[in-house]
């Protein structure tokens, strides 16, 4: 943006699901800490509903579709935003999936995001 400001998130959440026909919800609840350069961290939260169905197609393929809203704890800093985020995911196993995302922000800070990632379920 023009600002030469970084920033550091350490977040950490726990996500529940379950299977509802043939498709699967999910909700994710996170809190953590946001640092920017020249400034003090402070704490924020987010909650993320969600859907993930099967591509039938594909084994081990999944695509979702989930709703993320972010704030901070208490006033006095901007970050709130909602967030349209979705993905598809390749199981590689049990405890290990691989994924291509694509998240659009809004709100206090605006951001189109292509994400790839790695999860590891315990």
């Not at 350069?37 to 909650?47: R, T």
């Not at 099967?54 to 909602?82: C, I, M, N």
Request: aromatic share 14%.
């Amino acid at each position: 943006d023009g600002t030469d400001v970084l920033s550091t998130r350490y977040e950490a959440g726990l996500t529940g699901s379950a299977p509802v026909g043939p498709v699967g919800l999910y909700t994710r609840v996170a809190v953590g800490e946001k640092y920017k350069s020249g400034s003090d961290g402070f704490s924020y939260y987010s909650v993320e509903p969600g859907v993930t169905v099967p591509v039938t197609a594909f084994p081990g393929v999944s695509a979702s579709l989930g709703y993320r809203y972010q704030d901070a704890f208490g006033s006095g800093h901007s970050d709130e935003t909602r967030t349209w985020r979705s993905k598809v995911s390749f199981d590689i196993n049990k405890t290990s999936t691989v994924y291509l995302g694509y998240d659009s922000q809004r709100g206090d800070s605006d951001a189109n995001i292509t994400k790839v990632g790695y999860i590891h379920r315990f």
